[in-house]
Nanobody
Framework: QVHLVESGGGLVQAGGSLRLSCVAS????????MGWFRQAPGKEREFVAS????????FYANSVKGRFTISRDNPKNTVYLQMNSLKLEDTAVYYC????????????????WGQGTQVTVSS
């Protein structure tokens, strides 16, 4: 079972940037896809981005495409989410997730979740 710990959340003004990090332990990090999801108050958890096992393929929700960048550093067992041009509607708890295989695209493809980190965007 993989253990995931997110960090980097916080309060930022609209238009600003944050970088989230997620460190994984408990299994071989480099052979599985990783992803980020978010859940806003009163809403269901939604897909944000995912990255394949070697980082060669990335996928984004339309709402964040062009503003967010997912990346990974396999030797450090870490996946990142660089968030630029943040909007009020990006406010949510962000969760790191570990995939079941080398590629992952939706929630069913992920099997482990972190505890989440709060991102709040203010006007």
């Amino acid at each position: 079972q993989v253990h995931l710990v997110e960090s980097g959340g916080g309060l930022v003004q609209a238009g600003g940037s944050l970088r989230l990090s997620c460190v994984a332990s408990g299994r071989t990090f480099s052979v599985y896809a990783m992803g980020w999801f978010r859940q806003a108050p009163g809403k269901e958890r939604e897909f944000v981005a995912s990255i394949s096992w070697r980082g060669g393929s990335t996928f984004y929700a339309n709402s964040v495409k062009g503003r967010f960048t997912i990346s990974r550093d396999n030797p450090k067992n870490t996946v990142y989410l660089q968030m630029n041009s943040l909007k009020l509607e990006d406010t949510a708890v962000y969760y790191c997730a570990a995939g079941r295989s080398r590629y992952a695209f939706d929630q069913a493809d992920f099997e482990s979740w972190g505890q989440g980190t709060q991102v709040t965007v203010s006007s």
